[in-house]
């Protein structure tokens, strides 16, 4: 007895955990600086951790009131009714619920290349193929309405990711609205905004009032510090509303992840440093590493290094994991992520110190 063949399916391959790597080289899990997976340096927000404390004894029971209250709270955010707030275990989750809600089998989806890797993987889970539209080094990753739709051929699906992983490259407003007009009626255009708090350019989720083919995802993940509890949502035009209801797996987020997000959405405080930190970080970033850098509206910078795989494994073993952008078909450079005021710096150290060795 054996699965169906998936041999057409592959495994997603996140960023090496700080515990992982720590057993690995047998250090102290404290004594890594983990920048390779965008996550937020100051933790969650302490509401949410005082929320998940207060939720914890009553987890017998499904998660139905809270659900329907962070649909509410998120809704009143953006401005729209909560029926077009599809909440979702992470941002991920979300992507598969707008898979299950577009595609018929053998239905395309366009998504950047480089880009997210759970993108394609969620349209082949839903029996679905993939095509892709090129972010060229050559041309600094550049995301313009060309871009997409030199390559787009009727695509039942478009993804645009702004801020983009792992470029930072970001689409301008302008550009977003030329793609959701110019492609046909039944190509849903996806704004990915999981970095969108560490922009300054507006959110995608204002349009989606006027375009019944714009849909926009954002996560808890990132700027709100609660990836380990998988919270996410995408926001859809009314016309997309009741599909919810259809495709979502029952309970589709967790009590406790349910909870924290609502807490972590009051704690503005939290929000605010996490964001302002950032901002500093990947200027620092930018002025100080001693690689070529791409400009960034996200958590992270790009940095060419040469041979990434051996730079990731050097400041590894120093203490310091970035990812290795090799997976993204970028071998020769790394993604560091935006650290704390004294995590940053120190890594940039060990980073300059690994290019120098590295290059002589
Ligand atoms: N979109 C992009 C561009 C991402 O980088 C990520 C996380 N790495 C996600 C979506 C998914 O985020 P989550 O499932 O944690 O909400």
Not at 91 to 117: E, H, K, N, Q, T
Not at 159 to 187: C, K, M, Q, W
Not at 244 to 258: D, M
């Amino acid at each position: 007895m054996q699965p169906r063949d998936l041999s057409d399916l592959s495994p997603y391959v996140p960023g090496r955990g700080a515990e992982e790597v720590a057993r690995e080289l047998g250090l102290d899990p404290d004594d890594l600086t983990k920048l390779s997976s965008n996550e937020n340096p100051h933790g969650p927000s302490p509401a949410a951790v005082e929320a998940i404390r207060a939720a914890a004894p009553t987890v017998n029971v499904y998660p139905k009131a809270s659900h329907t209250d962070l649909g509410e709270a998120v809704a009143d955010r953006w401005g729209v009714t909560p029926e077009r707030v599809w909440i979702a275990p992470g941002a991920d989750g979300a992507i598969d619920y707008l898979s299950r809600a577009c595609l018929d089998p053998g239905d395309r989806m366009l998504v950047p290349d480089p880009g997210f890797s759970y993108y394609p993987m969620s349209a082949r889970y839903h029996h679905g193929e993939v095509t892709t539209y090129e972010l060229s080094k050559a041309d600094d990753f550049a995301q313009t309405p060309a871009t997409v739709l030199d390559a787009y051929d009727g695509e039942r699906m478009v993804y645009l990711t702004t801020p983009h992983n792992p470029t930072g490259a970001e689409f301008s407003r302008e550009a977003i609205v030329e793609v959701t007009e110019s492609v046909d009626e039944h190509t849903l255009v996806v704004v990915d905004e999981a970095y969108g708090a560490y922009t300054r350019a507006p959110s995608s989720v204002a349009l989606t009032d006027e375009h019944d083919n714009l849909a926009v995802l954002r996560t808890f993940s990132k700027a709100y510090g609660l990836a380990g509890l998988r919270v996410g949502y995408t926001v859809v035009p009314e016309a997309w509303a009741a599909a919810y209801a259809r495709v979502n797996t029952p309970f589709a987020a967790n009590e406790l992840a349910c909870r924290a997000a609502l807490a972590a959405l009051d704690d503005d405080d939290h929000l605010e440093r996490t964001v302002e930190t950032a901002r500093w970080a990947r200027a620092h970033l930018r002025e100080n590493l001693d690689a070529p850098t791409w400009e960034s509206g996200g958590n992270f910078v790009l940095a060419e290094v040469g041979d990434a795989a051996a730079v990731a494994e050097a400041t590894k073993r120093r203490g310091v994991i970035v990812r290795d952008c090799s997976s993204f078909g970028l071998p020769d450079c790394v993604r560091v992520s935006c650290g704390t005021r004294e995590s940053t710096p120190r890594a940039v150290e060990t980073i300059n110190d690994v290019l120098e060795e590295v290059r002589v």
